[in-house]
Structure formats: structure tokens, C-alpha cells
């Protein structure tokens, strides 16, 4: 079954650098989103992203954040200046069509621990 | 404001007994409602969903939820529980513009 690929798995980065997360949503699908999931807490959506551009985002995506779709086959989560709050699990998912039709899929998560 | 409320952060049971994870809603409108899993160290896997039709819903490994709108419910049931069954569970409802909103998550053990 396709799959939801992050890489890396767990990013170790200093206060104030700029990281990349990186995201191989499932080969068909059009419909791409970054959720955050801070230890111990739940699982919080920052943004959606549709036909090359933001569907929707939450609160959480500020200026410091963005998005990209660089090519046919990567999507990816910037974090320009990082903060120690910013430290939690960022998942990607992906799905073909509206949430009423096919749920989203995710990948297993890339750690991000800011020092 | 629309919300998901999971009011167990922890559940046990016991093999080969019947299991509840119970979910709350609160959403505007029609909802749509989710069940995801998550193990240790994995990205979120969907379970079941609702959209509309029959209440009751059948998804993955066995699981089954059931829709009670004068309760705003969305319970998740499954009647015979497995060990490997153990893991984090969140309900989740659609938010508008195709984003889940998530509960804070129960963590379910299955006691061999």
C-alpha cells in the first residue's frame, strides 16, 4: 500500500536555525497538510495545501513557517528561526480528495528537537 | 468553537473483552467524525470515519463506532479486545476546508 514518506525521521537543530522538514505525499493525491504534535498533547493542524498554494492554516502558522511544493513529488515545512517551543513531532499527510470521500494519510513523523 | 473532547486519557481492558473509547463533539453543521490510531513511534493510521448514512460504523481490525447525534457522540467500540489492540487513539472531526480537528488522544491498554 503507497505510503506517506518524512525524512529525516529526527532533526536535531540549534536555537534560531532555519530546518526543512521534508514530505513524499502518496503519488496521486492532490490534497497535502502539516500537522504538529507537541509531547504529550494532541495532534494540531498548521496548514493545508491545495493546487499549489495554502488552502487553509491555523494560528500556530505564523511568518515563521511556510510551505512548499518544490516539485512533482516533495512537499516541505520550513521553520525559518527556530524556537525551543517549536520542538514536537510534524506529520504529513495527504489525501486524493475532499474528507468526505478518502481520509487522509500520514507519515510517521519527523522529530524535531530544538536545543 | 468546534472541539473534540475524549474524556479518558487512559483506558484498560481486558483481553477478549469488549472495549470503549469514548469521543464528544462539538462541530457546526454536519459533521464528519474520524477514528485514527497511533503506535508507538508512528504517524497517524486511519480507522473508520463518518460521513453520513447508517450510524453505526464499520472500520479497520475490527473496530466499529457509533454516531449518536442527540448525544453528540462518536464512541469507538470494538467487541472483542486484542493486545495487540494497545496503542493511542484519537477522535477527530473536519473543521471545514478539508483540516481535522483532533481530541487530546486516549491511550488504550490491553491486559493479556
Known amino acids: 500500500e503507497p505510503e506517506v514518506t518524512q525524512t529525516p525521521s529526527h532533526q536535531v537543530t540549534q536555537m534560531g536555525q532555519e530546518v526543512i522538514l521534508r514530505c513524499v505525499p502518496i503519488s496521486n493525491h492532490l490534497y497535502f497538510y502539516w500537522y504538529r504534535q507537541i509531547l504529550g498533547q494532541k495532534v494540531e493542524f498548521l496548514v493545508s495545501?491545495?493546487?499549489?498554494?495554502?488552502?487553509?492554516k491555523s494560528e500556530i502558522f505564523d511568518d515563521q513557517f511556510s510551505v512548499e511544493r518544490p516539485d512533482g513529488s516533495n512537499f516541505t515545512l520550513k521553520i525559518r528561526s527556530t524556537k525551543l517551543e517549536d520542538s514536537a513531532m510534524y506529520f504529513c499527510?495527504?489525501?486524493?480528495?475532499?474528507?468526505?470521500?478518502?481520509?487522509?494519510?500520514f507519515g510517521d513523523g519527523t522529530r524535531l528537537s530544538i536545543l | 468553537a468546534q472541539s473534540v473532547a475524549q474524556p479518558e486519557d487512559q483506558v484498560n481492558v481486558a483481553e477478549g473483552n469488549p472495549l470503549t473509547v469514548k469521543c464528544t463533539y462539538s462541530?457546526?453543521?454536519?459533521?464528519?467524525l474520524f477514528w485514527y490510531v497511533q503506535y508507538p513511534n508512528r504517524g497517524l493510521q486511519f480507522l473508520l470515519k463518518y460521513i453520513t448514512g447508517d450510524n453505526l460504523v464499520k472500520g479497520s481490525y475490527g473496530f466499529e463506532a457509533e454516531f449518536n447525534k442527540s448525544q453528540t457522540s462518536f464512541h469507538l467500540k470494538k467487541p472483542s479486545a486484542l493486545v495487540s489492540d494497545s496503542a493511542l487513539y484519537f477522535c477527530a472531526a473536519e473543521t471545514g476546508a478539508n483540516n481535522l480537528f483532533f481530541g487530546t488522544g486516549t491511550r488504550l491498554t490491553v491486559i493479556p
Open positions: 499527510a495527504s489525501s486524493d480528495s475532499g474528507l468526505s470521500n478518502q481520509p487522509q494519510h
Open positions: 462541530v457546526s453543521g454536519n459533521p464528519y
Open positions: 495545501f491545495y493546487n499549489n498554494e495554502i488552502s487553509e
